[in-house]
Nanobody, 127 residues
Framework: QLQLVESGGGLVQPGGSLRLSCAAS????????IGWFRQAPGKEREGVSC????????TYANSVKGRFAISRDNAKNTVYLQMNSLKPEDTALYYC????????????????????WGQGTQVTVSS
């Protein structure tokens, strides 16, 4: 059974860092693009970052460029999102999602493009 599990969320002060992990089971990880999305209360789900199956393409939302970094370890079936210089506006429930795709594709514009979703991990940035 295909499953995505996020971890690493928590409460952090502004300017702090967190590393989120997305662990997968039940499918051949290396053929899937992975995206990180977030949703704050009262707001629509938005794309944060994604990485292609080949690791050759990464994309970031403008709001996180220069602060977040996505990476994947296919041997461990895990994708990471390193989040630095966190701001209160980064507070949200963070989800990872997977979709079978070409080796160089990943996208953030349409969350419905992604087939499989985790349950989310809460990130709260507050002093």
């Amino acid at each position: 059974q295909l499953q995505l599990v996020e971890s690493g969320g928590g409460l952090v002060q502004p300017g702090g860092s967190l590393r989120l992990s997305c662990a997968a089971s039940g499918f051949t990880w290396g053929y899937y693009a992975i995206g990180w999305f977030r949703q704050a209360p009262g707001k629509e789900r938005e794309g944060v970052s994604c990485i292609s199956s080949s690791d050759r393409t990464t994309t970031y939302a403008n709001s996180v460029k220069g602060r977040f970094a996505i990476s994947r370890d296919n041997a461990k079936n895990t994708v990471y999102l390193q989040m630095n210089s966190l701001k209160p506006e980064d507070t949200a429930l963070y989800y990872c999602a997977a979709v079978s795709s070409g080796s160089r594709w990943c996208g953030l514009k349409d969350p419905t493009t992604y087939t499989y979703w985790g349950q989310g991990t809460q990130v709260t940035v507050s002093s």
